[in-house]
């Protein structure tokens, strides 16, 4: 959770600011600790992964390139078991933020683990228990029907002399927004007159309680306009019924209702869930402004148009807006345990939804560029964001750093998919002094150091630093501001360092480090975060900016990240199954993370691997499929083997903004859609080996226009449409 700075002592203060850790208050703002202590540092309160204790570097061996052996598993403190998360994984999760309706397979809300109606993080109704006739339906059918609804139906026998076959069908329709309505449909040849019961409850608990384990008993309820009512600490909640019902019983926190049903008739009762004195929830994502373009794919492989589908009804379920400026929209990272904003997250989403159109870059820009820190301080022009658990083998990462890297990288890249100019002068001074606190961390040395004292330099973090300097550069070129020399000159010294001190020989041909620690020996261990060097962003006239590894290096990459040990058959494992600490479920440690995965085949296709990248896309199609096409930010990275499925992680948020824009970024790479629309032209670099057959991505949104592609069983891309004045190439 979050905890209070303390003031820097004498030696520490003369210690360069990126080297201590950052600890963040509650409004969000980051401040750099005095020194490093035992106990495990604050983590992103968004995230099920709780800090545990351990999980930093062994002292160093007499040799310097000795590499370091792994850490022992972390344990929880003794008397004190970590808390059990409420699971994810079954339920039904109806978003549209701020509003969420979380519920199992059942249908019924029975007040237990995350069940519940829920608003800004509060749920506002824990329990809503259906029973026709004094017994509950059976169960039959649960199903999501969008990214905001779920529909249930149940059945009952009214009558026992009717026979095995039900007389009543009882359909549930669940919406974020916070409404249910429930419909009882008479199947039976004589009418029928049916008692109905609604049973309500709520703790008023917060997320972060709930996930906790912490939340306390039911509140009692008051009878309250055509509902009930339940307050406590200065919030309440209510829920209205229509028709109003014949009785509503406050002690017993029930509504019911006599409901006359004629043979094949209908009968509707609906329920809306507020927070009192409040208005209807009016989500960011339900407007007629959406910042995202209407894209279709369709092809030889029936799964790439659900699976585009689902992934653009996720970002729009998981748009948010800025308070204080309304139009400007951005991404929470997942539900339901990260509604919030999540810097580093909002932004590679923003960037990997950029063929859906600019207005989402622009809005989470602006956003971001609000938050960054402008004092005197060394931390100024740092984009704030909480620290991230890197998993057993290294520890924790600090978000602020990723997210104030990706800043000046977003805006280059939105530049070239069509950003308006004047939006682009607007936000180049937020990029500018990004690029000036890269410069100011990295000083004299060659590599941007970690964020706490004597830390690892991490692999992910030079390839994140790498491409914002390249492509930051060239931004400030195209609008005549300084720097651009000195930051190529000091990436062109990074790639020349890296491609010696982290590249680890071996009798396979070699392999990246996961990091070097601050005496130079390096992190052995192979995980799929060294997809980061693949993605090395856009320049102009479809150009990929160079990367930190040599073409031999890159191939001995490519051709690990096809073997067995990183590629579970459904993605890449964010740890080898060959390295001690390994864990199928660890988020870190062998789980499939999704966008990962995505960026490697993107990575790959780009560089002419195209049978590594077909097959790790191929294998992420299937794992799309078994989960509706809606996909969660991670799961588990057990094998696949023949008639197997891939196993869910228990505290895996789904939807997840990277997730769901991984599907766009991972179709845009199939066409090979490169925009440079300051040069009003269009480069398609389509994946000549067509893995997935013909394909037609319409719908897309390149300078501001209508934009589709058809990519042939050949491999040839052909434009269908295009903004006048584009020239388009191959």
Not at 20 to 37: H, K, L, N, Y
Not at 223 to 250: E, I, K, N, Y
Not at 363 to 371: D, I, N, S, Y
Not at 547 to 558: I, N, P, R, S, Y
């Amino acid at each position: 959770m979050h905890q209070q700075s303390t003031s820097p002592s004498a030696a520490d203060a003369a210690r360069p600011p990126w080297g201590r850790p950052v600890q963040f208050q509650p409004d969000g703002t980051a401040a750099w600790a005095a020194a490093p202590t035992a106990a495990s540092p604050p983590f992103d309160p968004r995230s099920p992964f709780p800090a545990g204790p351990g999980g930093l570097l062994p002292p160093a061996p007499q040799r310097i390139r000795r590499p370091i052996p792994a850490p022992p598993p972390r344990t929880a403190a003794a008397g004190r078991p970590a808390p059990e998360l409420p699971p994810t994984h079954a339920a039904l999760i109806c978003v549209a933020l701020p509003g969420l309706a979380i519920s199992g397979e059942l249908g019924q809300l029975a007040g237990r683990g995350l069940d519940g109606f829920y608003r800004g993080g509060r749920r506002l109704l824990s329990r809503c228990q259906v029973r026709v006739a004094g017994r509950e339906p059976l169960a039959v059918q649960a199903r999501m029907t969008g990214a905001d609804s779920a529909r249930f139906i149940g059945t009952l026998r009214a009558s026992p002399a009717a026979g095995p076959d039900p007389d009543v069908v009882v359909e549930r329709t669940r919406r974020a927004e916070g409404t249910e309505r429930i419909t009882l449909r008479n199947a039976a040849a004589r009418p029928l007159r049916l008692p109905v019961e609604v049973a309500l409850g709520t703790d008023l608990a917060e997320l972060g309680t709930i996930a906790s384990g912490t939340t306390g008993p039911e509140l009692p309820a008051t009878v309250h306009d055509s509902g009930l009512r339940w307050a406590r600490a200065g919030v309440a909640s209510c829920v209205t019924a229509d028709p109003p019902p014949s009785d509503a019983l406050a002690s017993a926190g029930l509504l019911r209702w006599e409901l006359e049903l004629p043979p094949g008739g209908t009968a509707t009762v609906e329920l809306r869930v507020r927070l009192d004195r409040a208005g209807p929830l009016r989500s960011a994502g339900q407007t007629t402004t959406s910042p995202f373009a209407p894209a279709r794919a369709t092809g030889d492989d029936p799964r790439v148009g659900p699976l585009l589908h689902e992934a653009v009804a996720a970002l729009q379920a998981l748009l948010l807006r800025d308070p204080a400026h309304p139009s400007d929209t951005h991404l929470a990272a997942g539900a339901p345990w990260r509604c919030g904003l999540a810097p580093a997250e909002a932004l590679a989403a923003a960037r990997m939804s950029l063929p859906l159109g600019t207005r989402l870059a622009t809005g989470t820009l602006r956003t971001l560029a609000r938050t960054q820190l402008r004092d005197a301080d060394p931390r100024a022009s740092l984009i704030p964001g909480p620290r991230r658990d890197a998993g057993p083998i290294l520890p924790p990462s600090c978000t602020g750093t990723e997210a104030t890297l990706l800043f000046p990288v977003l805006l280059a890249e939105a530049r070239r998919w069509g950003l308006p100019e004047q939006e682009v002068r607007e936000l180049l001074p937020a990029a500018e002094r990004c690029l000036a606190w890269l410069r100011t961390a990295v000083g004299d040395s060659t590599y941007l150091p970690d964020f706490r004292p004597k830390g690892p330099v991490r692999c992910e973090t030079q390839a994140h630093a790498h491409r914002a300097a390249l492509l930051g550069a060239d931004l400030l070129d195209a609008y005549d501001r300084p720097g651009a020399d000195e930051l190529r000159k000091w990436a062109q010294v990074l790639r020349a360092a890296f491609r010696a001190d982290f590249w680890l020989e071996d009798h396979g041909g070699g392999r990246p480090a996961a990091a070097l620690t601050a005496d130079g020996r390096p992190v052995p261990h192979l995980g799929s975060a060294a997809v980061h060097l693949l993605d090395t962003g856009l320049l102009g006239s479809g150009r990929l900016a160079p990367g930190l590894l040599d073409q031999v290096q890159t191939e001995h990459l490519a051709r690990l990240l096809g073997t067995p040990a990183l590629d579970a058959g459904w993605g890449l494992r964010s740890l080898s199954v060959k390295e001690p600490g390994h864990n199928p479920f660890g988020h870190r440690s062998g789980a499939v993370r999704v966008h990962e995965t995505a960026l490697a085949i993107t990575g790959l296709a780009a560089v002419g691997y195209e049978k590594e990248a077909g097959g790790l896309l191929r294998g992420l199609l299937e794992a799309a499929e078994h989960f509706g096409h809606r996909l969660p930010e991670m799961f588990a990275g057990e094998q696949r083997s023949a008639g197997s499925a891939p196993v869910p992680h228990p505290a895996a948020c789904r939807p997840a903004a990277t997730a769901a824009a991984s599907a766009i970024m991972v179709l845009i790479a199939l066409a090979g859609i490169r925009p440079d629309i300051p040069a009003r032209t269009v480069t398609l670099c389509p994946v000549r080996s067509a893995p997935l057959g013909e394909l037609v991505l319409t719908g897309l949104r390149v300078a501001g226009a209508p934009f589709a592609v058809r990519i042939s069983r050949l491999g040839l891309a052909m434009v269908e449409e295009a903004a006048d004045g584009l020239q388009l190439g191959v």
